[in-house]
């Protein structure tokens, strides 16, 4: 049984920084990916960034490139992938996904429908 969960959401300004973080049990995705997705109030869930499972390559959504950026870590027990999101904005807010897939070819990584197993998502709220 994979178990994802993330932490690491809450309120902040405008401009300012949080860290999320996604701990994943269960298995490790050594040949994989993990990603983080974000549904806003009213709107579609989107990419927002992703990474392979050696840490080699990302993969940014451009409306939080240069803010953002993720990074994972397999020398745990469980595999972490963090995402700093920097610089941040009102319309950053929503609710922060954390999903990972066994196996994904470069040219879904951005798709949701890649991904086999969800967190249950953690809040962020930026505030103007």
């Known amino acids: 049984q994979v178990q994802l969960v993330e932490s690491g959401g809450g309120l902040v300004q405008a401009g300012g920084s949080l860290r999320l973080s996604c701990a994943a049990s269960g298995r490790t995705f050594s040949s994989g990916a993990m990603g983080w997705f974000r549904q806003a109030p009213g709107k579609e869930r989107e990419f927002v960034a992703a990474i392979n499972w050696s840490g080699s390559s990302t993969y940014i959504a451009d409306s939080v490139k240069g803010r953002f950026t993720i990074s994972r870590d397999n020398a745990k027990a469980k595999d972490t992938v963090y995402l700093q999101m920097n610089s941040l904005k009102p319309e950053d807010t929503a609710i922060y996904y954390c999903?990972?897939?066994?196996?994904?070819?470069?040219?879904?990584?951005?798709?949701?429908?890649?991904?086999?197993?969800w967190g249950l998502g953690t809040p962020v709220t930026v505030s103007s």
């Open positions: 999903a990972a897939s066994s196996f994904v070819v470069r040219s879904r990584i951005t798709y949701a429908n890649a991904y086999d197993y």
